[in-house]
């Protein structure tokens, strides 16, 4: 795709990715990605912002073909999805310095070999001249890795934010113009890559809030216009109320597990808490991190396979474990044939989660009316619970 104009100054190029369904062979993508590159014309200096993952980088220096000289590669982010090309980039515009902290310095020299002399380092708040343009830096920690930062052009108003405010999706727009379809995408990489660290991204947040911001241009997906669009989504996401609701991951292995998931979601839905259920067997672990956003309760449900949870809800809680969900309240339900400690073993793999552990309810065999009685007693713990946080 050819270069896609920002402004006088600035424009758009990298990488659209219409194909790729797994980034870091974890995470679905399921509408593709794009890397983007920012290429920055100063009066006096040239500066390209973040380049592509490395093997697409004949596409990004075909784009680079008319510039005649580069004087600056800024890496706002070592990973290789937007430093791969660097190296790449050096051999055709050897006099270009690599402008990053000093974690990125030594993070890109661990990973792409990229030559201590090749560096300047800048220091939270330091300002680069092009000539009559400017970039600030902005250390923004955790978004995703811990030297991550963001640049502020003040002279248009432009945040490059890297992953930060990012979404998996390739498209050939250059701005959001189908806000569900973005936010939906902006939820998925919130949750896959942001919510493990929600208070220093509330900080980040806040150390960005004295900017004035016209464009925010993130490094996946497209540019934000409106910026408060995705600034007050992340505001909801981090700090929002919870809602009332219940995820539900499960996973069924001769139908006992499932009719007691089906019981417990209708249960709550006749007590007016809303439900989400995962199939664990084919589910896209995607849409249950972003489910997990701003639930109030997670239940997992689950059969005994020899002593322990279904492999596949292992996965899942160790998935949700990493993600640090704000949910207050679990439980787990399930079946089992003769003994076995699967509510142990999930309680033990949830641990970082601050949640309270709702009494469990597991049948022997396929379930019966004691059991079902049980399920209805854990939805009216659950409901009041949730009434009890103002959840309606
Ligand atoms: Fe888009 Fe953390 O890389």
Redesign the pocket.
Known sequence: MDARIISDRVSLIGFVDWDTRLFDSLIPLPDGTS?NAYLIQGSEKTALIDTVEGEHYKELLRQLEDVKSLDYVVSL?S?Q??SGAIPRVLEKFPKAKVVTNPKGKKMLMDLLFVEESSFLTVEDGEVLSLGDCSLEFTYTPWV??PE?MCAYMAEEQILFS??FF?SHIATSETYVTDACRVHEAAKRYFAE?MMPFCKTILKNLDKLAGKEIKLIAP??GPVYDDPLFIIEAYRQWLEGPLENKVVLPFISMHGSTEAMTSHLSAALVDRGVMVERFNLAYTDIGKLAIALVDAATIVVGTPTVLTGPHPNVVYAAFLANALRPRAAFASVIGSYGWGGKAVETVAGLISNLKVEIVDPVLSVGAPQDEDFAALDALADAIAEKHKGLGLK
Do not use: A, L, P, R
Request: aromatic residues 14%.
């Open positions: 890397y982010h990973e999805d937007h995703h890795w991550t890297c992953d990012g890559i490094s996946h």
